[in-house]
């Protein structure tokens, strides 16, 4: 479980719960008390009582892709207290403040990206810089994900201790964003990725981004602090990059770190490119992948099974090896935030982790939607994602990714990630249907967050 994001998520839904159940109650002391003399209108609570049951919501003639497989080709959904009170094939008559016809549209619910640096590293090396981007441009920023049909992200490393103030704000109602989770800053072996890569040229950066260490004891003293500072997972960077080419982080470091977090019981999240590092970092203590391999296959390990066996989840990530087309179809760079020039090595790379993708979720393992195509704008990196994963993934698969299997890599499945009654309110309408064209979830009509419109583009 996400620690911190997962208790203010359940804190909330279980308000939500608590005053329903009261409000019953009323409801039912209402009609008890008709029997002593008051008179029984027709099931209705008491004047100012009724404004509480009905629906905030409500969304009409849409087809309902829930996440959980079915598929509602007309249906409604009501809204209420910020949560979904019902999904069903049939009209709802109910009256509401906001009503929704969603005729030749689909309902989905809200995207989930579970690997994104939101603040930008190539040109902030300082400060006042920062100060200046957080002022200038994150409020459009964080609308941008909003557009693209994004409701929650994982921030995977950033700025820290800015991204953390960044989730307060968000959390706060001070500034209109997804649902923000974060690691803080990552772990990585001295010298090794990012430091010498994102960061070569920019220490500023590299100081609150990354902790390069080497002892195990510094180790768990970091994640103590991060902890304290209250992030939802710890992030390690255990290879030597894309192409091994840098240290890799002690084992006994990555040993002492998942077993400091585990204490805390926040999940240690794990960046490896190879299926060998992958099965290692597993014995280490890793519960979460944040990459998909392209060293190594998986059929020929174990590691789909056992990834299956352990609950463990893997971000799938396809789209930062693929090439950039653009609106006139010409191939370009890969999509990474290096933007190496796609040639006949990266071909073979971007090969090997469309197998892993498909091996992976042919062994039952969650395989959940990330991006991390820093390079990219949301819904640019959102649409290349899709477009790479649908070379392996069906469109109800790729779906699944996008929203189910995404909500369950963050802990919060319980929450959000599908379209059931008592879950948030996290929406999006797209023209067309998906699952007969999937690049139409990018035709992105109406976001709907914890159960506020924040989008409409109807």
Avoid at 161 to 166: D, F, S, T
Avoid at 192 to 220: C, I, K, Q, Y
Avoid at 383 to 397: N, Q
Wanted: one cysteine or more.
């Amino acid at each position: 479980m996400l620690q911190k994001q997962a208790h203010n998520v359940h804190s909330s839904r279980q308000w939500t719960r608590t005053m329903r159940c009261i409000l019953a109650l009323v409801c039912l002391a209402s009609v008890c008390n008709a029997g002593f003399g008051q008179e029984i209108r027709s099931g209705i609570p008491e004047p100012g009582l009724e404004l509480l049951y009905l629906p905030d919501l409500v969304i009409s003639n849409a087809r309902i892709i829930d996440g959980t497989g079915r598929v509602v080709e007309q249906g409604s959904i009501v809204v209420r207290g910020g949560t979904i009170a019902s999904v069903s094939a049939n009209p709802v008559g109910a009256e509401a403040p906001v009503y929704i016809d969603a005729a030749g549209m689909t309902v989905l619910p809200g995207f989930i990206d579970t690997h994104r640096h939101l603040l930008p590293s190539q040109f902030i090396n300082s400060d006042a810089a920062l100060g200046r981007w957080l002022e200038d441009r994150l409020p459009a920023e964080l609308q941008n994900y909003l557009a693209a049909g994004i409701t929650t992200i994982m921030s995977t490393g950033d700025y820290f201790p800015a991204i953390l103030e960044v989730r307060r704000r968000i959390e706060a109602g001070e500034l209109q964003g997804p649902r923000l989770l974060s690691v803080g800053s990552n772990f990585s072996a001295p010298s090794g990725h990012p430091s010498v890569s994102v960061f070569a040229n920019n220490p500023w950066g590299r100081m609150l981004h990354t902790n390069a260490l080497a002892d195990p004891e510094a180790a768990r003293a970091k994640v103590r602090e991060l902890v304290d500072a209250g992030v939802d997972a710890i992030k390690v960077i255990y290879d030597g990059g894309q192409n091994d080419v840098w240290p890799r982080l002690d084992d006994a470091v990555l040993a002492a770190i998942a077993d400091e977090a585990r204490a805390h019981d926040l999940p240690t999240m794990v960046h490896v490119h190879g299926v060998a590092e992958l099965l290692t970092a597993v014995e280490l203590g890793a519960r979460r992948f944040v990459h998909t391999p392209y060293r190594g296959s998986i059929t020929d390990t174990q590691a789909g099974r056992l990834l299956r066996d352990e609950s463990i989840p893997i971000a799938t990530t396809a789209g930062i090896r693929a090439p950039i087309i653009d609106a006139a179809g010409i191939i370009g760079n890969t999509a990474g935030a290096g933007r190496v020039s796609f040639d006949p090595i990266r071909q073979a790379y971007l090969a090997q982790t469309l197998a892993n993708v498909r091996q992976l979720w042919d062994a039952g393992v969650i395989v959940a939607f990330g991006t991390d195509t820093a390079s990219l704008r949301p819904a640019a990196a959102i649409a290349h994602e899709i477009r790479t994963l649908s070379e392996v993934l069906s469109e109800e698969e790729i779906i699944t990714a996008l929203t189910r299997n995404a909500a369950q890599f963050l802990g919060l499945g319980d929450d959000i990630g599908t379209l059931e009654p008592d879950k948030f309110a996290d929406i999006v309408i797209v023209d067309g249907d998906p699952l007969t064209d999937i690049s139409v979830l990018a035709n992105v009509a109406v976001v709907i967050q914890r159960g506020k419109v924040v989008v409409d583009n109807r």
